[in-house]
């Protein structure tokens, strides 16, 4: 079945796709209306928009998180999730402690749960960390307004 679904997925024209769901249909009435339930668009390639410039059902961003969860599926479930949460959060985001609060800033969507660094262009402190963390020159990501020109 799985196999199936697979198939159905890949199809980038839509009466292939009635096919193969007629198809899964044929093996289970029960998995051919979960698919049905689920919007095309998120999961067939021939739903996807024209202009999205990607075929890709899965990117590496997925198998990465899909290593994560077989690692830690053996664990007892809080523990698990303690486990995928950490490893997701440190690929999207850090988290910054500083005396007894912590703050959750994003470098790649210039976002900070401070909420300086969304109220202009200018880095947070807690960015500035981030930064530091990769080895990246803070100096470099300042906004052209707060430069000063020869």
């Not at 339930?37 to 990117?59: M, Q, Y």
């Not at 401070?114 to 990769?134: E, I, M, P």
Request: net charge positive; with cysteine; glycine share 4%.
């Amino acid at each position: 079945m799985k196999g199936m679904m697979w198939k159905c997925a890949r199809v980038a024209n839509v009466p292939y796709f009635e096919y193969r769901m007629q198809q899964i249909k044929n093996m289970s009435v029960e998995a051919y209306e979960t698919l049905n339930r689920i919007d095309p668009r998120k999961w067939t390639r021939c739903a996807f928009h024209p202009g999205t410039n990607c075929s890709e059902l899965v990117n590496n961003w997925v198998k990465a998180f899909n290593v994560v969860i077989l690692k830690a599926r053996d664990q007892p479930i809080i523990t698990m999730l303690n486990t995928i949460y950490d490893t997701v959060r440190t690929r999207i985001e850090y988290e910054v402690t500083y005396a007894e609060h912590s703050f959750m800033a994003d470098i790649g969507t210039k976002h900070c749960s401070c909420g300086l660094w969304q109220l202009g262009d200018r880095s947070c402190v807690h960015a500035v960390c981030v930064y530091k963390s990769q080895n990246k020159d803070p100096r470099k990501y300042v906004h052209k307004d707060f430069l000063m020109t020869t």
